[in-house]
């Protein structure tokens, strides 16, 4: 029953923008650290960005500092990731992730639950 859903993935040029949301149900959101993760072909599967239950804390891998923002609202049982200075590096399939325990790091297999993905394509 715990679904977590992406949108906002897209095909966009170098330098250009997106705004990635995931909506969640079937659990208390309020209660789970969030986070991005982007897997390209042939690659592991990264995290991009974590975010802790009430948004104190935050966490960004060193690819992306300064680039993008993670962001939540619980009273919307939403999760955002916006994008800006897109690379064509950035390509991926990325997924919306749910987990306990320390907010700031996780590994994939750490995840709780795991959204179906978006695709975000950066054209050079």
């Known amino acids: 029953q715990v679904q977590l859903v992406e949108s906002g993935g897209g095909l966009v040029q170098t330098g250009g923008s997106l705004r990635l949301s995931c909506v969640a149900s079937g659990l208390t959101f309020s209660n789970y650290h969030m986070g991005w993760f982007r897997q390209a072909p042939g690659k592991e599967r990264e995290s991009v960005a974590t975010?802790?239950?009430?948004?104190?804390?935050?966490y960004y891998a060193d690819s992306v500092q300064g680039r993008f923002i993670i962001s939540r609202d619980n009273a919307k049982n939403t999760m955002y990731l916006k994008m800006s200075t897109l690379k064509p590096e950035d390509t991926a399939i990325y997924y919306c992730a749910g987990f306990l325990g320390i907010p700031l790091r996780v590994r994939a297999d750490q995840v709780a639950y795991w959204g179906q993905g978006t695709q975000v394509t950066v054209s050079s």
């Open positions: 975010i802790s239950t009430t948004g104190l804390y935050t």
